[in-house]
């Protein structure tokens, strides 16, 4: 038997995501766009709220939710501004790092204070000016000197690179990629980034001199850093997904409000075959791409291999959100590309996630990847 209704428990939290997002979002959302800042209050409302711990087990302060719950939640924050949201959703990208390959103390330490009620920042750091999805190609450096660790490098396009409390790095010991827990006061804060879309998040550059970390801020095993790095984004990648997912059901439902209420020629413009089969086209994308990122997370939960279905839900949903908020401003014709609306922003917003935690061209290769060694016919099956 098949299910597709959340629990009354899930319901429950995802309203509580919605809500906060139309109460604390939206109506600043406009605003940190243009600005190109982060609001310094909102992290502890958030925080308040549980919405910046919901991932981390409840023996460490958190809210204990599964990928599908966190997706469900994803969805509804970034409905209300993907910008805003993914400053709190990047608190949560340690904490499958953490509970996967840290040890005891590296848990006890880190998720407390991911969990801290006045909240925290926290960051993972793969890309590099000359290797981005190609995690193997990074030329940032570790060195073992006694009983420490000294790293050298650069990573560029961090969100909240630079001031996060504790970001995941990578850097090659020995030719091998490695994984390291530094904390804010490692790391220098490099160049600061203006974007596109997802304007109001900090994304900028954590560079790495001479920073020397304890021996026990390696996470997990020298040389297991690719193995820390691919299990990170399989269950990254549906959320990611899901955010993708929050804009593109909010340009659709700005864009069926807006059809409803414009006339042209004497009638709604929702009642003329050109606007309303577009709008069919958007409502049945958001559906087909919700109902992939639920089964990419659900596959996150039941532990099994969602390396697959996560690039399916990842590259679907981006490249949806494109294309139903470049729908969303042909809807509102010229009033969309003004910013008296959102939708413009939206479609901004959308372009990201064509390209973060994997462009969709990375995902079909993926996938492809997948395609070649698939010898008894799992593709097929589901």
Known sequence: MIGFEPTAEQRELRQLAHEFAERELRPIAAEWDAREEYPPDLLAKAARAGLTSYAIPAEHGGGGADAVTSALIAEELSWGCAGLASTLQATMFPVRPLLRFGTEAHRGRYLPLLAREEGALAAIAFTEPHAGSDVAAMRAQARREGDAYVLDGEKVYITNGGIADLTVVFAKLDGEITAFLAEKDDVTPGRVERKLGLRASHTGSVLLRDARLPADRLLGNEGQGLEVAFDFFQASRPQVAASAVGVARAAFE???????????????????????????????????????????????????????????????????????????????GGAGIMRDHPVEKWMRDAKVFQIVEGTSEIQRQIVSTYLKNDTGGLLGRG
């Open 254 to 332: 700005y864009a069926t409000d807006y059809a409803r209420g414009r006339e042209a020629f004497g009638r709604p413009i929702l009642s003329r075959q050109g606007v309303s089969f577009k709008l069919a086209d958007m409502a049945m994308l958001v559906e087909a791409a919700r109902l992939l990122v639920w089964r990419a997370a659900a596959a996150v939960d039941a532990g099994d291999d969602a390396g697959l279905l996560g690039s399916y839900a990842k590259a679907f949903a981006a490249d949806a959100a494109m294309q139903i908020t470049t729908d969303a401003v042909q809807v509102l």
